[in-house]
Structure formats: structure tokens, C-alpha cells
């Protein structure tokens, strides 16, 4: 048949079924699951365009290259970034415990024994 592109063996044919819809990403798959995104559990926040908290981001960000990635060893430098995020309305107020961080230790700790 003239005209027409047969595929070598071992080779397959993509028809427009195979073709993903435009917007959508990956292959269609028959049957396959479609994957729903869910919102963030705090809801959405407005980026920095101001760059008010660059400081405390950066700071945190070079803490997190400089111990591979740790958080746990920068967590007063997310701390500092996100009070300073909700300091400048960036962000939802929240208490800090609510976001996995301890309160702020009163003054030094008392002795409750009593010498006598």
C-alpha cells in the first residue's frame, strides 16, 4: 500500500490514543489511576517578592547544604524564617509549638531542692 508507514519489527505504532491530552503529562494508560493532588494542610501562603525574609531564608538554606541536609540542626534557623514569614504577613500567625518547635525555655532552670 503505497503511501502508508508500516513500522519495522520489533517497532509499534503511537495512534492518537497513546497521545497524552494537552495539559496532561506521561502516557495514557488504560485503567490506569489518575493521581488528584491535594492542597497543602496549611493552605496556600504568597511568596517573598519583596524579599523581606531572604535573610533568614538563605541562612537556613546554607545551614541545610553545610550539614547535608539535617534539619534538625537548623531548626532555630526555620524558626527565625518562619517568624519572620509571619511577622510579615507571609504566612498565617501560628504559636511556634504548632509548627514542631518548643517553647522558649524561661529563665535558668531553679533548683526545687531546699538545703537545710
Do not use: W
Not at 502508508?4 to 503511537?14: E, F, K, Q, S
Not at 546554607?62 to 541536609?69: E, I, P, T
Request: aromatic fraction near 6%; include cysteine; glycine fraction near 6%.
Amino acid at each position: 500500500q503505497k503511501g502508508r508507514y508500516l513500522p519495522a519489527a520489533g517497532h509499534c505504532v503511537i495512534t492518537k490514543a497513546h497521545v497524552p491530552e494537552p495539559g496532561r503529562m506521561g502516557l495514557v494508560t488504560p485503567g490506569a489511576k489518575t493521581f488528584k493532588p491535594t492542597p497543602p494542610q496549611k493552605g496556600s501562603f504568597p511568596l517573598d517578592h519583596e524579599a523581606e525574609c531572604k535573610t533568614q531564608m538563605q541562612a537556613f538554606m546554607d545551614c541545610l547544604k553545610a550539614s547535608n541536609n539535617n534539619g534538625r540542626l537548623c531548626r532555630e534557623a526555620s524558626r527565625l524564617y518562619l517568624q519572620c514569614r509571619m511577622d510579615h504577613n507571609l504566612m498565617a500567625p501560628e504559636h511556634m509549638e504548632r509548627l514542631g518547635f518548643r517553647s522558649e525555655p524561661s529563665a535558668a532552670p531553679s533548683s526545687s531542692s531546699s538545703s537545710s
